[in-house]
């Protein structure tokens, strides 16, 4: 998507992060289902994921992020006028989470936003508040990526190949007008491809049955996410690479240019082996997938929260995040910090 003209320029001022407190380490899997602690490291890179407890919601960790990205851009609530949440762990099916949260920011009327493009979720959600910021329709939008997997995991065998890589999470950035033009969202393209829809979803509840869920649904574990993991794995690595590519070469940037590379966090294996192709040295890539595991649309924003809070982004940098996920969406953000 190249920039149209645009009337403003658009940055991330601020961001943050909430992970709940509960850790589940690869040895509590253990105790559930037939895996190891070897066997998720050597496949997936993950050591530990938090949980929520019961009753806490994506919006519960998302207004925990919202805070924190607020206080790190130097705005109250109020000064927010549009909500854009991503998550694939919506607490209800309708009304969105954005919704949700707009009351526990205690915000009147400001729109809301729910963008369900799972592990993409983040990126699109980021490429529509700087087109919203650019045209000069809002001033200072929050982008939140939440999720709560740890409710609607298969906790057992059968389940264990998607139950091992998902976990808890939050992010959140506000983006607002960039005084400086150098600083700024470059560019963000965005794809899809709904033929394969079917290799990594979530079928129950259906509008397609009457009603929805049913007990047969149940027994079978429909209502459980399903992939299938090497088809995925695959489409991940060359997706992501030919994104970051594509970004780039939009705006005319090189590999060497790249001051800090954040994949979407799926299994670091998928991450080492984009960044070898890319050539990109390991150390202006950031991962924290060994902590958290998958957290879907939360994995890029806290994981730039992270980079930025340790020192790892300096303004003037070329940042790219780049996501692929159930869609099968991805997409990258190319964005000078
Ligand atoms: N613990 C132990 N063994 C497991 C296991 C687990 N959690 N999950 C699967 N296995 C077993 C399988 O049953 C299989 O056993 P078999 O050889 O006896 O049939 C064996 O491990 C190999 O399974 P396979 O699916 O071929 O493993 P893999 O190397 O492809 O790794 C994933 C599985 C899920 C880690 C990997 O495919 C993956 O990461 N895919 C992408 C997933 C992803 O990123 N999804 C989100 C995208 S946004």
């Known amino acids: 998507?190249?920039?149209?003209?645009?009337?403003?320029?658009?940055?991330?001022?601020?961001?943050?992060?909430?992970?709940?407190?509960?850790?589940?380490?690869?040895?509590?899997?253990?105790?559930?289902?037939?895996?190891?602690?070897?066997?998720?490291?050597?496949?997936?890179?993950?050591?530990?994921?938090?949980?929520?407890?019961?009753?806490?919601?994506?919006?519960?960790?998302?207004?925990?992020?919202?805070?924190?990205?607020?206080?790190?851009?130097?705005?109250?609530?109020?000064?927010?006028?549009?909500?854009?949440?991503?998550?694939?762990?919506?607490?209800?099916?309708?009304?969105?989470?954005?919704?949700?949260?707009?009351?526990?920011?205690?915000?009147?009327?400001?729109?809301?936003?729910?963008?369900?493009?799972?592990?993409?979720?983040?990126?699109?959600?980021?490429?529509?508040?700087?087109?919203?910021?650019?045209?000069?329709?809002?001033?200072?939008?929050?982008?939140?990526?939440?999720?709560?997997?740890?409710?609607?995991?298969?906790?057992?065998?059968?389940?264990?190949?998607?139950?091992?890589?998902?976990?808890?999470?939050?992010?959140?950035?506000?983006?607002?007008?960039?005084?400086?033009?150098?600083?700024?969202?470059?560019?963000?393209?965005?794809?899809?491809?709904?033929?394969?829809?079917?290799?990594?979803w979530l079928e129950a509840p259906t509008s397609l049955e009457h009603p929805r869920l049913t007990e047969e649904m149940l027994r079978e574990g429909r209502h459980y996410p399903q992939m299938d993991g090497r088809y995925v794995f695959k489409h991940a690595v060359d997706r992501l690479q030919e994104s970051v590519r594509e970004a780039l070469a939009e705006n005319r940037l090189e590999i060497e240019d790249v001051g800090l590379l954040i994949l979407h966090q799926a299994n670091l294996r998928i991450s080492e082996s984009v960044v070898r192709s890319l050539k990109i040295p390991p150390e202006r890539v950031f991962s924290n997938i060994q902590r958290y595991g998958n957290t879907t649309a939360a994995s890029i924003p806290i994981a730039l929260d992270e980079a930025v809070r340790a020192g790892k982004v300096q303004p003037g940098d070329v940042v790219v995040l780049a996501a692929f996920g159930s869609g099968f969406t991805w997409g990258a953000t190319i964005l000078r910090w």
């Open 1 to 200: 998507m190249s920039q149209p003209n645009a009337m403003f320029n658009a940055r991330i001022l601020g961001t943050g992060s909430y992970l709940p407190e509960k850790i589940v380490t690869n040895a509590d899997l253990e105790e559930v289902m037939d895996t190891s602690d070897a066997w998720i490291r050597q496949r997936t890179g993950i050591r530990e994921r938090r949980f929520v407890e019961p009753a806490v919601g994506p919006t519960d960790l998302g207004l925990q992020a919202a805070h924190r990205a607020l206080q790190s851009a130097g705005l109250t609530p109020d000064q927010i006028d549009f909500i854009i949440f991503a998550t694939l762990s919506p607490e209800y099916n309708f009304p969105g989470c954005g919704c949700l949260l707009q009351e526990k920011l205690g915000l009147a009327t400001v729109g809301a936003l729910d963008v369900r493009n799972q592990c993409t979720g983040f990126v699109y959600s980021l490429a529509i508040a700087d087109q919203f910021v650019r045209t000069g329709t809002y001033r200072h939008i929050l982008v939140v990526g939440a999720e709560v997997h740890s409710s609607g995991l298969e906790m057992n065998t059968h389940g264990r190949d998607v139950a091992v890589i998902f976990g808890d999470g939050a992010g959140a950035v506000v983006v607002g007008r960039s005084g400086n033009g150098n600083r700024r969202i470059l560019s963000s393209p965005l794809h899809a491809q709904g033929k394969y829809a079917r290799k990594l």
